[in-house]
Nanobody, 126 residues
Framework: VQLQASGGGLVQPGGSLRLSCAAS?????????VGWFRQAPGKEREFVAG????????AYADSVKGRFTIFKETVKGPVFQQMNSLRAEDTAVYYC???????????????????WGQGTLVTVSS
């Protein structure tokens, strides 16, 4: 399965962006969970949000709770991340990922994910 992330760009603080993640060679319905991660310059990759195959479970990093929403159009995808009230510290390359691990591995360093997209850059700056 190949993942393609898109929707990044330059936005002012307080603004919004919607990231998309599309799958080819398979669908998100073939996996157990989908997540968004990000990596800022000079920092390690960090978990942002995750969603289970059925949409019944969602998880968010504390830093984005109440501002970001992960959702899927259908079980098969695509997967979106709506980002509101963006801050300068949200600036990073955002990656979508999908995997087959149990829900206990949705967060963390991404070891529970098998497929990764190429990343899309989000820059929050005035």
């Amino acid at each position: 399965v190949q993942l393609q992330a898109s929707g990044g760009g330059l936005v002012q603080p307080g603004g919004s962006l919607r990231l998309s993640c599309a799958a080819s060679g398979g669908t998100f319905g073939d996996t157990s969970m989908v997540g968004w991660f990000r990596q800022a310059p000079g920092k390690e990759r960090e978990f942002v949000a995750g969603i289970s195959r059925s949409d019944r479970k969602k998880a968010y990093a504390d830093s984005v709770k109440g501002r970001f929403t992960i959702f899927k159009e259908t079980v098969k995808g695509p997967v979106f991340q709506q980002m509101n009230s963006l801050r300068a510290e949200d600036t990073a390359v955002y990656y979508c990922a999908a995997g087959f691990a149990g829900w206990d591995q949705v967060v963390g360093n991404g070891g529970g994910y098998t497929y990764w997209g190429q990343g899309t850059l989000v820059t929050v700056s005035s």
